[in-house]
């Protein structure tokens, strides 16, 4: 991979080669919440389909940290659709503020958000079944398939290798049907919600950055939806902390002091939720948004639309956002933000869920 001089920021990961990876640029989204709106949808029953969307009530803000929900396994049906959440029009700040731990300049300037539009976002992020039904279907090879392969850690956790015999079938960890789909690059995610799309009538996509943003804080002025707790989040998110550390005790990157038991990719929904009812916004795996990548919040779209990039150019990086299993405490925030270009497998802490149009 190739990337472009000066976008390498300093500090690491726990896994210092996965975050040069990601290449964290940070594009912040959000502070502030200002209407909170949307309410946890309660699984369907079996017998109707599972992206099957509730109407909501708006939901006021009432606090800075909003009160977080229980984990609920998520119950989507490969096929159908992913269990959706509806989030109701709003506004936010977007962006961190100057004394926010872990920040990085390009989460400025701050600005104010209006997501304009009513949509549904994914409760959940896409697993490894719904991506298999997918495959299944249509025959589709990813990138990475077709292509040298997906970046994984090394054995000793210090280093990162891009490997043919590695993709979203085999990261080089175990995975289950439930859990996260990783090694897939920005135009597999696409193909997936397009094939999706066209299978159950319903408009599927990738969210905005913003939509991403404004969801991921669900009402919360903290860094995190939790609060700014960064040793606090092992019941909230899958990242870097002991149990990690203990798998890889050479590793010189940062670790939470809690332990959430797990070193990789976690079960989706295993964590609590947040005030909007959406699971694993934080950590567990990196996600892609529609983006293109800028540089500043400035070129962000106030309606909370996507960016996608100068007129008459083509978009050489599209935003990942929440970080990973293999990201540190202070990386792990609702303002962090990464790229990669779209037609790379990034790593095996990259995914993505979907979005609706309503």
Known sequence: MEFAEGDLVTGCYPLCAVRILIWIISLAL????????????????????????????IVKRVAT????LPAVPCTNAPGLGPEMIVIEAG???????????????QEGPQREIVVVRPFAIARCETTVAEFRA??????????AEAGDGCYVVSEAGTDIEQRK??????????QTDAHPVVCVSWNDAVAYAEWLSRRTGQI?????????????????????FWGDDLNAGCDFANAADQALKRHYPTSKGSFATCDDGTIYTAPVGRFKRNAFGLSDMLGNVWEWVRDCSADTLESVPAAGTAWEGPP????????VR?????????????????????SVATNSDLGFRLARNL
Do not use: K
Not at 31 to 51: C, M, Y
Not at 92 to 105: C, D, H, I, K, T
Not at 312 to 319: K, L, Q
Not at 332 to 342: E, F, L, Q, T, W
């Open 165 to 174: 015999d590695r993709h979203w079938r085999d990261p080089g960890f175990p």
């Open 91 to 105: 506004r936010f700040v977007m962006g961190s503020p100057s004394n926010e731990a872990g920040r990085l300049e």
């Open 322 to 342: 929440g970080g990973g299993w293999g990201g540190g405490p202070e990386d792990v925030r609702s303002a962090i933000r990464g790229r990669s270009a779209p």
């Open 30 to 57: 959000g502070l502030g919440g200002v209407p909170a709106s949307a309410q946890e949808v309660s699984s369907p029953p079996p017998t109707q389909p599972a992206n099957q969307v509730r109407p909501q009530a």
């Open 65 to 68: 940290v909003p009160p977080t």
């Open 134 to 143: 997918f495959v299944v279907a249509t025959g589709y090879v990813t990138q």
């Open 312 to 319: 008459g150019e083509n978009c050489a990086w599209r935003v």
């Open 204 to 224: 599927y996509r990738l969210p905005t950055e913003a939509e991403w943003e404004y969801t991921a804080r669900a009402g919360s002025a903290a860094s995190r």
